[in-house]
T-cell receptor, first 117, second 115 residues
Framework: SAVISQKPSRDICQRGTSLTIQCQVDSQVTMMFWYRQQPGQSLTLIAT?????????ESGFVIDKFPISRPNLTFSTLTVSNMSPEDSSIYLC??????????????FGPGTRLTVL | ELKVEQNPLFLSMQEGKNYTIYCNYS?????LYWYRQDPGKSLESLFV?????AVKQEGRLMASLDTKARLSTLHITAAVHDLSATYFCAVDGSGWTGTASKLTFGTGTRLQVTL
């Protein structure tokens, strides 16, 4: 399994500002994923972050709004830029980790709850 | 585009009753996950289903996968209050090529078990 931590756990921000969310994993992983969960909704994949290359964004998400860094195999950041109230969501990072029993599983961090005023 | 539908969206059931949550998906996939989310918390992995006909059970929960019908079910047996949570299915849309998973989530089923 993988143990994932995120900082901050929650924040309240003003419109027009930016927030950087950190994700730390206790083991080296090839890819990390960033998801958004809007209030009362399901999870939507924002982007896939591969160490040493540009992140791959899903439809509806762009690098200028959600720049991602992946400096090494255990760490990634997601920045929410020029925030508006519509960005109020929980942001979760996840990784795929190999299991001792074989196969793999996707694990999620505790999430960052963002409120934009 | 992969679409994942769950039903029902909301389920209120009495303790001791049985019920099934359904998860339908639109394109071929051989890997499906079930997660549980408690209010204000992150996702807890319940099951990973990897092949057609796969069935896994943990306590009062049993999950199955029919890849030909593109359907997974999560069956709850003799529900207890502690099972109250939101349950999500998620389908691996990246293709079973050994690459890391890109998950498409269902809408979620909010389960409320009443005494």
């Amino acid at each position: 399994s993988a143990v994932i931590s995120q900082k901050p756990s929650r924040d309240i921000c003003q419109r027009g500002t930016s927030l950087t969310i950190q994700c730390q994993v206790d083991s080296q992983v090839t890819m990390m994923f960033w998801y958004r969960q809007q209030p009362g909704q399901s999870l939507t994949l924002i982007a896939t972050a591969n160490q040493g290359s540009e992140a791959t964004y899903e439809s509806g998400f762009v690098i200028d709004k959600f720049p991602i860094s992946r400096p090494n195999l255990t760490f990634s950041t997601l920045t929410v830029s020029n925030m508006s109230p519509e960005d109020s969501s929980i942001y979760l990072c996840s990784v795929e980790a190999r299991l001792l029993t074989g196969g793999s599983e996707q694990f999620f961090g505790p999430g960052t709850r963002l409120t934009v005023l | 585009e992969l679409k994942v539908e769950q039903n029902p969206l909301f389920l209120s059931m009495q303790e001791g009753k049985n019920y099934t949550i359904y998860c339908n998906y639109s394109t071929t996939s051989d890997r499906l996950y079930w997660y549980r989310q408690d209010p204000g918390k992150s996702l807890e992995s319940l099951f990973v289903l990897l092949s057609n006909g796969a069935v896994k059970q943990e306590g009062r929960l049993m999950a199955s996968l029919d890849t030909k019908a593109r359907l997974s079910t999560l069956h709850i047996t003799a529900a207890v209050h502690d099972l109250s949570a939101t349950y999500f299915c998620a389908v691996d849309g990246s293709g079973w090529t050994g690459t890391a998973s890109k998950l498409t989530f269902g809408t979620g089923t909010r389960l409320q078990v009443t005494l």
